[in-house]
């Protein structure tokens, strides 16, 4: 196994004992974050009902202008963080349970969660 594998298997059992405690429901639904190498995603699922209430993603052309280091960058999550929350709320949801995926809270998942806390979701 190379190192780029064991940092993914890594990072994906880390993942795996955090989802072991958290759920997302109806009344707290589950943000879930995902970074590659070159964008940022975030989605607002509930797991109850296998539906994903609302996402954002680095990619997308609002977020792309506005971001102007690039599309993986400490500033682009950020700005994912806020149109996540903006769009959660809408959806009426106010509270959500942070899944950071097996990262750490750090760089970009901080960015991305204080972006959502900073539009009025809470966590």
């Known amino acids: 196994m190379d190192k780029a594998q064991h940092k993914r298997q890594r990072r994906r059992n880390a993942h795996l004992r955090v989802r072991r405690r958290i759920i997302g429901s109806t009344e707290r639904p589950r943000l879930a974050v995902f970074k590659s190498l070159r964008y940022v995603y975030a989605q607002v699922i509930d797991d109850l009902h296998g539906k994903t209430l609302a996402q954002a993603s680095s990619r997308e052309a609002a977020i792309v202008k506005k971001a102007d280091g690039g599309t993986a960058t400490k500033e682009a999550a950020r700005l994912v963080g806020e149109a996540i929350a903006e769009r959660a709320k809408k959806q009426g949801v106010e509270t959500v349970v942070f899944d950071r995926g097996g ?4 760089g970009k998942v ?5 972006g959502a806390r900073s539009k009025g979701l809470k966590f």
């Open 103 to 106: 990262y750490l809270y750090h």
């Open 110 to 114: 901080r960015e991305l969660a204080d």
